[in-house]
């Protein structure tokens, strides 16, 4: 059975800094592409970064562009995002998905299945 | 972007009713390239078709995705319990991905 379980959100003052975690298991996580989907409290879901198996591909959300950077360890089966000069906007549950098999999966392609995701807050 | 507009924003049915979800694309979408999540209070979003009407793995077939271009419908042939749920559609025939706001289902 594929698991996702994510890790390291919590309550962060704007322009601070946060690294999510997303452990994976029951698929062979290298050879997948991943991504990280964010939701606002009540709101709807927005695509945040996608990073390619062997992380050769790495795109960003505008929004996020510049302030976040999505990695992996192949080795530990992990995703991984950093953010940096976090905005009260950025408060959301992070979800860690797992892409489509595909050529193009690293960019297109649904999001199957989802981790439980992590709780981002970023308040005074 | 691709904006998807749902509609209606919330459903009001009762259990045995047919439910018809509608989402609305700003421009064509390659490939049929649409997929639905169902999403429960408090859980992550699960993948219910993708393909605009290709059922993914153990989702009932009483869950039906159709439509082409800039229109396309998820229909729920007769409602069980558990499926008073949101919905969200999701683009992926270009980039950014992109959701739809969501259709709630609930209990009338």
């Known amino acids: 059975e594929v698991q996702l379980v994510e890790s390291g959100g919590g309550l962060v003052k704007p322009g601070g800094s946060l690294r999510l975690s997303c452990a994976a298991s029951g698929f062979t996580f290298s050879s997948y592409s991943m991504n990280w989907v964010r939701q606002a409290p009540g709101k709807g879901l927005e695509w945040v970064s996608s990073?390619?198996?062997?992380?050769?591909?790495?795109y960003y959300a505008d929004s996020v562009k510049g302030r976040f950077t999505i990695s992996r360890d192949n080795a530990k089966n992990s995703l991984y995002l950093q953010m940096n000069s976090l905005r009260a906007e950025d408060t959301a549950v992070y979800y860690c998905a797992k892409a489509c098999s595909g050529p193009t999966c690293y960019l297109l392609g649904w999001f199957d299945p989802w981790g439980q995701g992590t709780l981002v807050t970023v308040s005074s | 972007e691709v904006v998807l507009t749902q509609s209606p924003g919330t459903l009001s049915l009762s259990p045995g009713e047919r439910a018809t979800l509608s989402c609305r694309a700003s421009?064509?979408?390659?490939?049929?390239?649409l997929a639905w999540y169902q999403q429960k209070p408090g859980q992550a979003p699960r993948l219910l078709i993708y393909?605009?009407?290709s059922r993914a793995t153990g989702i009932p077939d009483r869950f039906s995705g159709s439509g082409s271009g800039t229109d396309f419908t998820l229909t729920i042939s007769r409602l069980e319990p558990e499926d008073f749920a949101v919905y969200f559609c999701?683009?992926?025939?270009?980039?950014?991905?992109?959701f739809g706001q969501g259709t709630k289902v609930e209990i009338k």
């Open positions: 393909g605009a009407s």
């Open positions: 421009q064509s979408v390659s490939s049929s390239y």
């Open positions: 990073i390619s198996s062997s992380s050769s591909y790495i």
């Open positions: 999701q683009q992926y025939g270009s980039s950014p991905r992109t």
